[in-house]
């Protein structure tokens, strides 16, 4: 049975930087592609991008700047990291597989439990 | 202000057959697949249809999935009150080379 865990700190200042993991049980990484999406009650769902394991990835437009996700196969690991972060920034952090159906995300089977993330001085 | 349009709430009571819309445009809905997420409050979303109308496995009967044009519909028959949850539409913009979400629908079962 696929499970996924994320975690880090619940609580990052202004300015600083965001970092995830999400632990992956149960199946190997090497496969399919694996996403980080988050959730807020003012922006809703919003994808923030996806990682193949080969380290190929993509990520929304609006967060490209700031974002990066890696992946560590050795581990069974993928991390996000979110620069520069803001109080819009606050919202559930939910790490995910994605068939990659086409070639493009969508298909997501397994979510982790998610991690809320607050960001305030 | 959301890239896929759906109503925020819909309702029904047991038994009925319900519809929830999602609209969008050329670029997203009208060249790519739709999937659709039901939600529980404090839990991950769950997916329900793939491929526009496919089922995954598990996922009941009573739930099917359409498209036209830009426009794309969930519907559940047979309405029961463990549907009553929120519904997501999601998909691909070919614009925005991203993926897109709709703002939900909070359906109630009366």
């Known amino acids: 049975q696929v499970q996924l865990q994320e975690s880090g700190p619940g609580l990052v200042k202004p300015s600083e930087t965001l970092s995830l993991i999400c632990t992956v049980s149960g199946y190997s990484i090497t496969n399919y592609y694996w996403s980080w999406i988050r959730q807020s009650p003012a922006k809703g769902l919003e994808w923030i991008g996806w990682i193949y394991y080969s380290g190929r990835t993509s990520y929304h437009p609006s967060l490209k700047s700031r974002v990066s996700i890696s992946i560590d196969t050795s581990k069974n690991q993928f991390s996000l990291i979110l620069n520069s972060v803001t109080t819009a920034d606050t919202a559930v952090y939910y790490c995910?597989?994605?068939?990659?159906?086409?070639?493009?995300?969508?298909?997501?089977?397994?979510w982790g439990k998610g991690i809320t993330v607050t960001v305030s001085s | 202000q959301s890239v896929l349009t759906q109503s925020p709430s819909a309702s029904g009571t047991p038994g009925q057959r319900v519809t929830i819309s999602c609209s969008g445009s050329?670029?997203?809905?009208?060249?790519?697949?739709v999937y659709w997420y039901q939600q529980f409050p404090g839990t991950a979303p769950k997916v329900l249809i793939y491929?526009?109308?496919q089922r995954p496995s598990g996922v009941s009967d009573r739930i099917s999935g359409s498209k036209s044009g830009t426009s794309a519909s969930l519907a559940i028959s047979g309405l029961r009150s463990e549907d009553e949850a929120d519904y997501y539409c999601t998909t691909w913009d070919d614009s925005l080379s991203g993926v897109v979400f709709g703002g939900g629908t909070k359906l109630t079962v009366l």
């Open positions: 050329s670029s997203n809905i009208g060249s790519n697949y």
């Open positions: 995910a597989r994605d068939w990659g159906v086409t070639g493009r995300p969508g298909y997501i089977d397994v």
């Open positions: 491929k526009d109308s």
